[in-house]
């Protein structure tokens, strides 16, 4: 257990539909990182945040959104869901301080998307 | 996109028996780290190594990198069954940002 959590564990929605994920992070972690990860793939780099700004994205389009908080949770948001989206969704928590960073990410166990 | 890839893409061997697994990447690297998977389930670190190091050892674990061909593999002594499940390793080129190989998959048999 890494003290990450995720919710909901599993989602079903419709193609067009929105969903918003949720990540409490590791106690003392101020970055969240989220991760897409398709069936039989490596998880994918969606963005990052640090002190609740975006820190860092991958190659995502812009209906993939997030949040952070000042208590460092952290929110993924999906607008429009299309079939490609259904994946493992992973956030991971790590410790950034001025320019040193913790590099260890700890993961959440993931919520499953399904999208019909 | 994928950097690491990891090689072979599935592996099955007895309880006992050694496991090795390679990765190769395409840029330079902060660190590389190694994750495993059960069951599509959280990732778990496993180990982490620095880009001027070229050994690293955690109990059965055991990881070798080599910048100047980029490469790492990742060394499972002694199997368990419990040892089954994925393994991926991960770059960091100096972000924090993690890009994964599409992993290994290790089945250890009783």
């Known amino acids: 257990e890494t003290g990450v959590t995720q919710s909901p564990t599993h989602l079903i929605k419709t193609r067009g539909q929105q969903v918003t994920l949720r990540c409490s992070s590791q106690?003392?972690?101020?970055?969240v990182s989220w991760y897409q990860q398709a069936l039989g793939q490596g998880p994918q780099f969606i963005f990052q945040?640090?002190?609740?700004?975006?820190?860092g994205r991958g190659n995502f389009p812009p209906r993939f959104s997030g949040l952070q908080f000042p208590n460092y949770s952290s929110e993924l948001n999906v607008n429009a869901l299309e079939l490609d989206d259904s994946a493992l969704y992973l956030c991971?928590?790590?410790?950034?301080?001025?320019?040193?960073?913790?590099?260890?990410?700890?993961f959440g166990p993931g919520t499953r998307l399904t999208v019909t | 996109s994928q950097q690491g890839e990891e090689d072979p893409q599935a592996l099955s061997i007895q309880e006992g028996e050694n496991a090795t697994m390679n990765c190769s990447y395409k840029?330079?690297?902060?660190?590389l780290q190694w994750y495993r998977q059960n069951s599509g389930r959280g990732l778990v670190h496993l180990i982490l190594i620095r880009s001027n190091e070229r050994e690293k050892h955690s109990g059965r674990l055991r990881v070798t990198l080599d910048t100047s061909k980029k490469s790492s593999s990742l060394l499972i002594t002694a199997s368990r069954a419990a040892d089954t499940a994925s393994y991926f390793c991960a770059t960091d080129e100096g972000y924090s940002t993690l890009t994964f190989g599409k992993g290994t998959m290790l089945l250890v048999s009783p």
């Open positions: 840029t330079s690297i902060n660190n």
């Open positions: 106690s003392g972690h101020n970055t």
């Open positions: 991971a928590s790590s410790t950034r301080s001025g320019t040193a960073n913790s590099y260890e990410q700890y």
């Open positions: 945040y640090y002190r609740e700004e975006e820190n």
